[in-house]
């Protein structure tokens, strides 16, 4: 599933081609949806924004198209009237009359007044967006400490939408081998230290994650790396995906598990239990 700061990417690219411009025609996949065409058809798009994993592209008559990638949906941008070559099912395209945005296989698509999107079932309970700029790291130490979150273990609690919006199963172990932490410690069992430096990497990673399109990586092993190391996705992450190999730290070598039904990786030396 896509992450906030893959879900933020896209939203960068419908709205380099969306924002300010008419929209002309509307299609939706959904027949319950398909009232909405004339609705939207002829409008501006104001904003493209994101909350955590979710997109909402709000239109100047008050109008806000709510969509949700979950496991398999693909934003794909295309210039008017070039649809792009691909088996998967389209499931809402804004047109204008120079690009398509165009959403295909994803299932989560509302359109809601803009005054009530807030009510959206899943918006509702979001917690703060990783990527807000508001966020500063004191905020998650506090959020941290909150009696309904200082008792559950790391590994469950970063990937919980309602803890923090935009944390995914990649992020979780990025962030905990960088803050040194063990997965299955809980917050109320961390020092004053540990939950601030787990505070500070939990804002940086998705940030350095969002600017660098998915490297966690700090940029000089990132640049080492991409010299000797084939293939985007080997050279990416500290430990997410890397079971079996050195830790670039320790050397001592990445174990995987699974918790909360997702797997999890991190190094049993830089993250003692």
Not at 107 to 120: A, L, N, T
Not at 137 to 142: P, V
Not at 162 to 183: D, K, Q, T, W
Not at 253 to 266: A, E, K
């Amino acid at each position: 599933m896509p992450e906030g700061p893959e879900i933020r990417r896209a939203a960068d690219r419908i709205a380099n081609v969306l924002v300010d411009e008419t929209v002309e025609e509307v299609a939706f996949a959904f027949p319950e949806l398909q009232r909405f065409t004339k609705v939207l058809s002829g409008q501006r798009v104001l904003e493209v924004e994101t909350r955590g994993k979710a997109l909402l592209t709000h239109f100047d008559n008050d109008y806000a198209i709510y969509s949700h990638n979950q496991l398999y949906g693909v934003w794909k941008i295309a210039k008017r009237g070039k649809m792009p070559a691909t088996n998967r099912s389209l499931r809402l395209a804004l047109h204008t009359s120079g690009h398509s945005a165009l959403l295909y296989s994803a299932s989560d698509i509302s359109v809601w007044p803009r005054e009530e999107i807030g009510m959206h079932p899943f918006l509702a309970t979001l917690g703060p967006d990783l990527l807000s700029a508001k966020l500063a790291w004191r905020d998650i130490s506090e959020r941290l400490a909150m009696p309904r979150f200082a008792g559950r273990s790391l590994a469950a609690l970063y990937l919980d939408q309602h803890f923090l919006a935009g944390s995914g199963n990649y992020l979780r172990s990025e962030i905990l081998f960088c803050a040194g932490v063990h997965p299955k410690r809980r917050p109320r069992d961390l020092s004053r230290g540990e939950r601030g430096r787990l505070a500070r990497e939990t804002l940086d990673l998705p940030r350095r994650s969002y600017e660098t399109g998915g490297i966690t990586l700090p940029p000089r092993l990132a640049a080492t790396l991409k010299k000797t190391v084939k293939g985007f996705e080997r050279r990416r992450f500290f430990v997410f995906g890397r079971d079996g190999r050195p830790c670039y730290s320790c050397k001592d070598t990445i174990r995987r598990d699974s918790m909360g039904s997702r797997r999890i990786y991190w190094c049993p030396t830089c993250q003692p239990e």
